[in-house]
């Protein structure tokens, strides 16, 4: 008997909008995976030899780079964030449609990303320098998980880097977008090596890249 296939999904808004998509490739989870009172990380798949892992987004990624996971659904921020060797990402959801910015205080002048050097507080070093190496700026990052919009008020940094939707969040914490470094949506992920290995794999980027087809067909 093979093993069980371990797909990875974030917790969140990612989560409630791809549930129906997976539904319709064959990716039911159970009951319980449903019972917001349930402290399970791990449930089955109903119908199917799969399990369901739910975790945190960045380690959905780490969970597939690693092949711990064999495919999994993530934001393009992640994969963007991590550039995992080990990690394709041969599916565009269409769904989880934010961006990746730069804001800072309402009072401070735009375009200041053209300073010399600058301190920034954002949860993707990576991604954080490579925009600034970019607009040739040294950019000092202060990573952190969460609370970004309260950076700037306290001193911590000057501008953040946050994924925004609406805008309502940094719009109530006094800040505003000086620019947009990555248009984001969900992704489906695979290890490069399971795709390679295990057919179960590949028949599920089938039917995901298909679905997403028929959606933009309708």
């Given at each position: 008997m093979s093993k069980p296939l371990i797909f990875a999904v974030p917790k969140g808004r990612?989560?409630?909008?791809?549930?129906?998509?997976?539904?319709?490739?064959?990716?039911?989870?159970?009951?319980?995976?449903?019972?917001?009172?349930?402290?399970?990380?791990?449930?089955?798949?109903?119908?199917?030899?799969?399990?369901?892992?739910?975790?945190?987004?960045?380690?959905v990624a780490t969970f597939v780079a690693h092949g711990a996971a064999s495919v999994g659904i993530v934001g393009s921020d992640v994969v963007e964030e991590f550039a995992y060797a080990d990690l394709y990402a041969p599916?565009?959801?269409?769904?989880?449609?934010?961006?990746?910015?730069?804001?800072?205080?309402?009072g401070q002048a735009q375009g200041g990303s053209h300073s010399s050097h600058l301190r920034v507080a954002s949860k993707y070093p990576n991604l954080?320098?490579?925009?600034?190496?970019?607009?040739?700026?040294?950019?000092?990052?202060?990573?952190l998980s969460g609370a970004m919009e309260l950076a700037p008020g306290l001193g911590l940094a000057s501008r953040i880097v946050d994924l925004v939707s609406s805008g309502q969040t940094l719009k109530d914490n006094g800040l505003v977008e000086d620019a947009v470094i990555l248009q984001v949506s969900a992704r489906l992920i695979v290890n490069r090596a399971a795709l390679k290995t295990d057919e179960r794999v590949a028949?599920?980027?089938?039917?995901?890249?298909?679905?997403?087809?028929?959606?933009?067909?309708?």
């Open positions: 990612i989560l409630d909008e791809a549930l129906p998509l997976m539904a319709r490739a064959g990716v039911v989870p159970e009951a319980a995976f449903h019972d917001k009172s349930n402290r399970a990380l791990s449930f089955a798949c109903e119908g199917s030899d799969m399990q369901i892992i739910r975790v945190r987004a960045f380690d599916v565009d959801l269409a769904i989880g449609h934010c961006r990746l910015s730069l804001a800072q205080p309402a954080t320098r490579r925009y600034f190496e970019r607009q040739g700026v040294q950019a000092e990052v202060v990573k028949a599920l980027v089938d039917r995901f890249r298909a679905l997403v087809a028929q959606e933009k067909a309708a």
